[in-house]
């Protein structure tokens, strides 16, 4: 039962540091009027809708990456990772693709007003761009928490996602007076070190040693 609690925990602070991290975003967007605030907030629900699959390959690939090392077969779950990140790309980058090009109609369907429409489509197209990242970053994830190796993806999202993102943000909108196009950037750049960092963790191997 300890174990189950320990393991809980991490799975909670990762959901935790991810969830919470877009209300910072929000309130530095909100510094720019309710346009700027009402674009970015479209374009956050369309975004969590449009990686639902790339979750449910990522969970397919932990689930795999638990059966082969309770088998001894180490080799394999890794290669049912990579297998899971290679496709998570191609889909991501299909539909970040999709966003890039269609943005305006997209963001249409949500919003009428000239002004958020402009936001809004701006911060789509940009987070378009990083969706191969967001697509990777997912499979590690996943695959350490497979493996039972479940505070290594709480001490990327910490770093990633509260130390680089969210004061980025903050330096591209105000420091660098970026504005919103600041905000909006930092996300993709923040989940780009994500999937590198969790790529280089990933080929170190230590979550092949990990017992539960």
């Not at 039962?1 to 540091?17: D, F, K, T």
């Not at 993806?153 to 970026?178: G, I, K, Q, R, T």
Request: charged share 10%.
């Amino acid at each position: 039962m300890l174990g189950i609690l320990r393991i809980g925990a991490s799975g909670m602070a990762q959901n935790i540091l991810n969830t919470a991290v877009w209300i910072g975003m929000i309130k530095i967007v909100a510094q720019f009027g309710s346009a700027a605030l009402a674009g970015y907030t479209i374009v956050i629900r369309i975004v969590i809708f449009a990686i639902l699959p790339a979750w449910g390959l990522s969970n397919a690939g932990a689930t795999l990456v638990g059966q082969n090392l309770g088998a001894g077969q180490s080799a394999r779950a890794e290669s049912a990772v990579w297998y899971t990140v290679r496709y998570n790309i191609l889909i991501l980058s299909f539909v970040g693709a999709l966003f890039v090009v269609a943005a305006v109609p997209i963001i249409r369907l949500f919003t009428q007003d000239p002004a958020t429409l402009n936001y809004g489509v701006h911060a789509l197209r940009i987070n378009g761009l990083g969706f191969p990242c967001y697509a990777a970053g997912l499979c590690w994830a996943s695959a350490f928490n497979g493996a039972g190796d479940t505070w290594t993806p709480v001490v990327l999202d910490f770093v990633c996602l509260w130390l680089c993102e969210l004061p980025l943000a903050w330096l591209l909108a105000n420091h660098f007076h970026a504005g919103p196009t600041g905000v909006f950037s930092a996300t993709p750049i923040a989940c780009t070190l994500l999937a590198v960092a969790g790529a280089v963790l990933f080929r170190r191997g230590r979550w092949k040693l990990r017992k539960i």
